[in-house]
């Protein structure tokens, strides 16, 4: 039963006007005593579980085995943002121990392995020359600065007590590893700025080596990214941009701009999709695995190959397929081993990113398509716009009907004429109607129901007959640009946007458009921005 | 040196069976004077039920009252029931399927993320008892899918910023739990190691705590209090256990599913790795999330389409028609009552200290929603399973008046030895419990 009252109220409190949310640092309830947050601040930023697992595998080999950690969580679509926010939980330490002492295990299996990782393997406990090296080496990367020697001191104690016991130093050495990688000064980046004439924190050189490392490679510094801090190279934006534009030449950027990928499209969602393989049979883990690796092939191919225009993407026509996917689109394509890149022809529309499987097949139910989620994604993810979630008491299903023969867009329309539904639905259905043209797994269709699929609508004043027109709108949508920076901006600042960044983000947008509107060069201006290098304290 | 450094300040209960033999006179406390503690347990499902097919039709205690439809698989131990129909979540349903579990569950609203402003009932329950190896608990959870936000993948919060995600795996469980069956190995010396650079852990963290500011400061004592945990865990590791054999998950259920899907033999395998904990008392505080707020996972395994149970059975989406949906999602609830059912009978069949693991629990139930299809409050699904050591009456059902869910958690908190005067905030804080509930 819908209660109209009720919902009326909930409309007003949501305020579901649909203007885009740029920025909003909505926060209704912080908790008890906490003010919303107006300023960032500096904070400690747990590694993801990319940054952890690459971080390991730089520190003690790419041959170690790191078991699973507890699961990185989204909060504002990014992992990083949780990160940020979030405490382990006790189960968290322990799944931590045990990952570590397993990797640590492997590097420490042999004794070429020890030496291999340090130049030297300790003979004795008061082999204090190869110690010393291997813990302040292995230290400096693991703390993304250089120890201290306290620090020094207290793994030199863990490593003469359980080399000791043991009557093994090298057993020492890897105990006194496991420790300094379970100590939080490893497992959080720890960036808290220091003082500045500016009346503001700036970031030590060693803190944006840090962030440097996490937001554009997802692991720690390398040794070159140190040794500039070292030399306070990264206390100046042109010392940044330098480092940045190094490391966007390397295949560590390409991994993790895809993590970031994942993070923005939700793939994660598309891994748990579920569809009714009675109505759909072709769809398979192998077949959904193909649709989330041509997505990530594009957007590589524009980002690190073509260096292109991000945006180009929203309405490409190209893409990348295997002999699976071509089948499962239809596509004329000859057969050969592995992806390759082919045309999308005229005929069914399928433009950009919205026309691929993963996109499409993610935002839509087992046994039908979803306008709803479609155009909920686009509006949200897309063009930043802020879609409420359902008022409470409102029955949700009245976009349903088992009659044969009605559309789903005439049930939707029946749908908004309720007025408790309109507000918010009018932000979503009419864009994700556009892509009915493409059934639950994303197959071309030419009807519904029995009747022919009208896929035209409007965005924003903008009309559209087909998907292709859809795309090329939203890509031509004044908010695209600006919210391509605001989603790359919370995640390499791991928090919600906030008022006091809207300065930030209009001029990181300005430049995007005016270069291309390229993404590599949007993480340059981003990462050398003042706004990446300079920080609020947190209040004590 | 490390030598006997595992003994010394020792504060653990070690994990040992429960004994008569190790009681007082009276049968009422240990023959050292400590208290029987009661085991606790918060049990979730997500996305609701229909209240018409879930409350029994007449209240009162043992023969007055019968199953509902939905309640009928937990016939075998009806004894150990209490049914609390007629409440009403109090909490703002700003975020549906956020705002009405954060209350059910902590008595206060959601904050916009998915996160909680209060700890929920089981971490004010675990800080009443912590002397066990898992003093914070042991949280596992069936379905791994949710559509409403990753936090509401779990269902225990410490508090704002701090939850206890589950764990999805019976075989990442049992690798916890094994290590306390009886054994007669000698002792592994890698645990005196282990303690040992936690302490160097420890002390690394102090230098940067002095550094934080207040929010980064009860973010990194959360992570100290798992540090804590873990070194006692280790000292009870160190010492002789005799708990019997626990269940592995792939000898005893090699075809149980993927970790993260809802199946019978998952359930299984979970409900006997938890009764093994409790009965060995490793933990007294656990949550299992049977499935998630707003749980878009399939319920194939209950004989339904495999969809997800929230849209095309909850909200009735399915294009076959929401009579059909309708009927699905019943199944599904009777489904999920049964699961409950495999727990709660084998505590029934658990012998303790003094009568069985369930006179000695309180399992407290509960979900996302009241009515499925309209995220509804009133009505709300709220059990309490278990005598919790002979303060609940059982085999009751009471109907409320539209009072405020919080006061069943709040009945649970003070029968379990809380000294709190209210539970919740704003809207959901109570002051006072269910009183029929309770033994006279």
């Known amino acids: 039963m819908v209660r109209f009252g009720l919902v009326i109220a909930a409309l007003t409190l949501f305020g579901c006007e649909g203007s885009i949310a740029l920025p909003a640092p909505v926060i209704a309830h912080p908790g008890p005593g906490i003010e919303p947050l107006q300023q960032p601040v500096a904070r400690l930023h747990l590694l993801t579980t990319a940054q952890f697992t690459n971080s390991l595998h730089d520190l003690l080999g790419a041959d170690v085995v790191v078991s699973e950690v507890e699961p990185d969580v989204d909060q504002d679509g990014f992992a990083s943002v949780a990160a940020s926010q979030l405490a382990i939980s006790p189960a968290g330490v322990e799944a931590y121990e045990k990952a570590i002492g397993g990797a640590t295990e492997v590097a420490f299996a042999t004794d070429a392995k ?146 970031w990928v994942d993070d923005l499209y939700n793939t994660e969602h598309l891994a748990s999709t579920i569809k009714d393989t009675t109505l759909y049979p072709s769809w398979n883990s192998s077949l959904r695995d193909a649709m989330h690796e041509e997505l990530i092939l594009r957007v590589d191919d524009l980002v690190f190959s073509r260096r292109g225009d991000f945006l180009s993407l929203y309405d490409a026509r190209t893409t990348f397929v295997n002999d699976q996917l071509a089948a499962h689109y239809g596509l004329v394509s000859p057969s050969a081993t592995g992806f390759r890149e082919v045309s999308l022809p005229d005929a069914t529309g399928r433009r950009g990113l919205l026309g691929g499987g993963a996109l499409l097949s993610s935002n839509a139910l087992p046994q039908r398509t979803s306008p709803t989620q479609r155009g909920r994604f686009v509006a949200e993810i897309m063009l930043c716009k802020s879609v409420p979630p359902p008022p409470p008491q409102v029955i949700t299903n009245i976009e349903t009907s088992a009659d044969a023969g009605v559309t789903l867009r005439s049930q939707l329309e029946l749908h908004r004429q309720n007025p408790a539904c309109s507000g918010c639905h009018t932000l979503m259905d009419p864009i994700g109607l556009g892509l009915e043209r493409f059934d639950s797994v994303a197959v071309a269709r030419e009807s519904d129901h029995g009747h022919p699929i009208d896929a035209s609508g409007v965005l924003d004043g903008a009309a559209f007959q087909s998907a292709a027109e859809l795309a090329t709108r939203v890509r031509e949508h004044p908010n695209a640009g600006p919210c391509f920076v605001k989603k790359l901006y919370t995640a390499a600042q791991g928090r919600s946007v906030l008022e006091a960044d809207t300065e930030a983000l209009n001029t990181l947008s300005a430049s995007f458009a005016a270069n291309g509107r390229r993404a590599d060069q949007a993480l340059i201006d981003l990462v050398s921005s003042d706004a990446f290098r300079y920080v609020e304290p947190q209040a004590r | 040196m490390l030598r006997g450094v595992l003994a010394a300040g020792a504060t653990v209960a070690l994990p040992l069976p429960r004994l008569a033999g190790m009681l007082d006179g009276n049968g009422l406390a240990y023959a050292d004077g400590q208290k029987l503690p009661v085991r606790f347990g918060t049990w979730f499902f997500g996305n609701g039920i229909i209240p018409s097919r879930w ?386």
């Open chain 2, 55 to 440: 409350n029994p039709k007449n209240v009162g205690v043992g023969a007055d009252w019968a199953l509902s439809e939905a309640l009928a698989p937990l016939l075998a131990v009806k004894p150990w029931l209490s049914v609390i129909s007629g409440m009403q979540n109090k909490v703002p349903g700003l975020y549906a399927h956020k705002s009405y579990p954060a209350g059910a569950l902590t008595g206060a609203q959601a904050m916009a993320a998915g996160d909680v402003q209060l700890p929920s009932i089981d971490q004010l329950i675990a800080k009443l008892n912590p002397a066990t190896a898992f003093p914070s608990g042991l949280h596992a959870g069936l379905c791994n899918t949710t559509g409403a936000g990753a936090l509401d993948l779990c269902c225990s919060f410490n508090g704002p910023n701090q939850p206890n995600p589950p764990d999805y795996s019976p075989t990442s469980l049992f690798s916890k739990l094994t290590q306390f069956s009886t054994n007669t190995r000698a002792t592994d010396p890698s645990l005196l190691r282990r303690k040992r650079i936690l302490d160097a852990v420890n002390e690394d963290a102090k230098a940067l705590r002095t550094r934080l500011g207040a929010e980064d400061k009860s973010r990194l004592d959360r992570h100290l209090t798992g540090v804590d945990e873990l070194q006692q865990r280790l000292v009870s590791l160190a010492a002789p256990h005799v708990c019997g054999d626990v269940t592995d998950p792939k000898v005893a259920y090699p075809d149980r599913g993927d970790d993260g899907v809802i199946t019978k033999a998952r359930n299984q395998a979970f409900a006997e790795l938890l009764v093994f904990a409790m009965s060995c008392d490793v933990t007294r505080v656990f949550t299992y999330l049977f499935s998630s707020a707003a749980c878009h996972g399939s319920y194939a395994d209950a004989g339904l389409d495999n969809v997800t149970f929230h849209e095309d059975y909850g909200h009735r989406k399915s294009p076959r028609g929401s009579e059909m949906a309708t009927e699905g999602f019943q199944q599904g609830v009777t489904y999920t009552m049964a699961r409950l059912a495999e727990l709660l009978e084998r505590m029934k069949n658990t012998p303790d200290v003094t009568g069985t693991l369930l006179d000695n629990s309180a399992i407290y139930i509960t979900s996302c929603v009241a009515d499925s299809i309209n995220h509804g409050n009133t009505d709300f699904p709220l059990l309490l399973a278990g005598k919790a050591g002979g303060a609940f009456k059982g085999d009751v059902h009471v109907r409320g008046n539209d009072d405020s869910v919080s006061r069943v958690p709040f009945t649970v908190l003070k029968a379990l030895g809380g000294t709190a005067t209210s539970f919740g905030l704003d809207e959901g804080r109570v002051e006072t419990g269910v009183p029929e509930l309770l033994k006279a």
């Open chain 1, 114 to 259: 020890i030496v291999a990782l340090f130049g030297c393997s300790p003979i004795s406990v008061s082999d204090l020359g190869c110690l010393r090296k291997a813990l302040t080496t292995l230290g400096r990367r693991a703390y993304r600065r250089p120890l201290t020697e306290a620090e020094v001191q207290r793994f030199l104690s863990v490593v003469t007590d359980i080399g000791t016991e043991s009557s093994d130093a090298r057993e020492g050495l890897r105990y006194a590893i496991w420790a300094m990688l379970e100590s939080p000064s490893f497992l959080y980046r720890t960036e808290l700025g220091e003082p500045d004439p500016t009346g503001r924190l700036k970031y030590t050189s060693a803190e944006m080596a840090s962030r440097l490392a996490a937001t554009l490679w997802a692991t720690g510094p390398d040794v070159l990214l140190l040794d500039a801090a070292d030399k306070d190279e990264l206390s100046t934006a042109a010392g940044v941009r330098a480092q940045a534009t190094r490391m966007l030449a390397d295949a560590r950027a390409r991994a993790a701009f895809a993590g």
